[in-house]
């Protein structure tokens, strides 16, 4: 393959590979605007004057013959260099240089940076006809364009020691979280979420949220919809994200504020807790509560299309019901600490009207107030 060069001691415009298959030949790719490719040629340069019978190096360049001719006579130099070439680094394909070839007896010992060229090693080669040298390792695949380890760009990611992400969802997973105690003291790492509604993620990232009902969170937003789960089955990945989090070791309350910075910066939004005069409802009595006694039985979680039945559990549990259904928050203010049975109309297939006349029976009025309730708050950042 004739190459094209320039500064020849023969005048040549040409050579070929083949006219020093008996000396050791470095292949230097090299650029005039490379600072470690001018201090490396310096070096070789004058290791060739000593060295001609055995050693050859040639410079490997890109740039036109007219631009490097000037450049290596104002340095002196004795190596010609190859000029405009493209096929020798389709060859030995590299991303960076200085790219030095090793090539001895017809084959490539070694491909290195300019770190492993010098006299030593070079006579270490020719000697001892073995390569002692470290490999140079170009990652070509590599793509600046596009983020660090996503689809294998730069690798697999497990030499990642801190970072934050936010996706959309991943079909064929459900949702998943991390599963970090309020309570632990231990520190940890990492807090991920998958495929959650923004308003879950909050709820996992602040205590606050996570004790309110439905009825005490006020998504002030222009779309609130988007903060929460599609209740369609043909939809039932919309509105849903993947968090994670990887970073130096915190207990779990710094773990979730870094959570809700993120969150907030993410999705331009900001939380609070803020107390309100609303409208409410306030659960009172006329007559004294009991309980049978017996096995304590509770169905509020589970049948969704039969009665509601509360044995032998304290007023508390009918409230959790309420304020799982309820548009309003409800009060207790019945004053009664013991247990209660109660068979209710299931609020999936009645009115508050039906259930506060079933509530009435048992003595129970579920009267609608105003009262100053803490709601929690989030609303578009629009600071």
Not at 20 to 47: E, M, Q, R, V
Not at 251 to 277: C, P, Q, S, W
Not at 278 to 304: H, R, W
Request: aromatic share 10%; proline share 5%.
């Amino acid at each position: 393959m004739p190459l094209q060069v320039v500064n020849h001691p023969e005048e040549k415009e040409t050579i070929s590979l083949g006219e020093y298959k008996d000396k050791l030949i470095i292949l230097d790719f090299w650029a005039t605007w490379c600072g470690p490719c001018i201090k490396s040629l310096n070096k070789l340069n004058d290791i060739q004057k000593g060295m001609t019978e055995s050693f050859a190096v040639i410079p490997i360049s890109t740039e036109s013959g007219e631009k490097l001719q000037p450049y290596i006579q104002r340095k002196n130099w004795s190596v010609f260099s190859v000029v405009e070439d493209r096929n020798l680094a389709n060859i030995f394909p590299h991303r960076y240089i200085p790219h030095y070839v090793w090539v001895h007896d017809g084959r490539v010992k070694a491909i290195t940076g300019h770190e492993e060229v010098g006299l030593e090693q070079i006579k270490h080669l020719l000697s001892r006809g073995e390569e002692n040298l470290t490999q140079k390792e170009d990652l070509l695949s590599f793509d600046p364009s596009r983020p660090l380890f996503f689809q294998g760009n730069g690798g697999d990611g497990s030499s990642v020691q801190m970072f934050t992400l936010i996706s959309g969802p991943i079909k064929g997973l459900s949702t998943m979280t991390s599963g970090i105690s309020v309570k632990s003291s231990s520190l940890h790492e990492r807090i991920y979420a998958v495929n959650c509604s923004i308003l879950e993620m909050y709820k996992m990232a602040d205590e606050r949220v996570s004790r309110y009902p439905h009825n005490r969170i006020i998504l002030d937003v222009s779309d609130p919809e988007r903060l929460l789960r599609s209740a369609s089955r043909e939809e039932s990945y919309k509105n849903l994200y993947c968090y994670d989090r990887k970073g130096p070791a915190v207990n779990v309350a710094g773990l979730k504020a870094e959570m809700i910075r993120d969150l907030n910066h993410y999705f331009g939004l900001k939380t609070r807790v803020e107390t309100r005069l609303a409208d409410c409802y306030v659960l009172t009595s006329s007559q004294p509560l009991f309980s049978k006694g017996g096995e304590p039985e509770a169905n509020i979680y589970e049948k969704e299309d039969e009665p509601i039945k509360i044995i032998n559990y304290p007023v508390a549990v009918l409230i959790e019901y309420l304020n799982k259904y309820l548009p309003l928050y409800t009060f207790d203010e019945t004053n009664f600490s013991g247990k209660i049975d109660l068979t209710l109309p299931n609020l999936n297939h009645c009115s508050i009207e039906t259930l506060a006349e079933a509530l009435d029976n048992y003595g129970l009025h579920l009267l609608k107030v105003q009262r100053e309730v803490d709601f929690f708050v989030i609303s578009e950042n629009k600071d």
